[in-house]
């Protein structure tokens, strides 16, 4: 099972704070290449381009898309 920490603050939201070796194996990436990367990088389209406006709408809002 692939776990994520993401930030939820406004300053570093989506940021990838934590992922585990689950999540680095299905992705083929490094943890320490995750850690600091964007959530949406793992979202594919149409919903990678706007997976951004998504969050912050919901950070800000409650409201989900």
Aim: aromatic letters at 8%; charged letters at 15%.
């Amino acid at each position: 099972l692939a776990v994520f920490a993401v930030s939820g603050e406004m300053e570093s939201l989506g940021e990838i704070l934590t992922a585990n070796s689950a999540a680095s194996y299905m992705l083929g990436r490094l943890q320490n290449e995750l850690v600091g990367s964007n959530i949406s990088m793992i979202i594919p389209e149409p919903y990678h381009s706007v997976h951004n406006e998504f969050m912050v709408r919901y950070a800000n809002t409650g409201t989900k898309q």
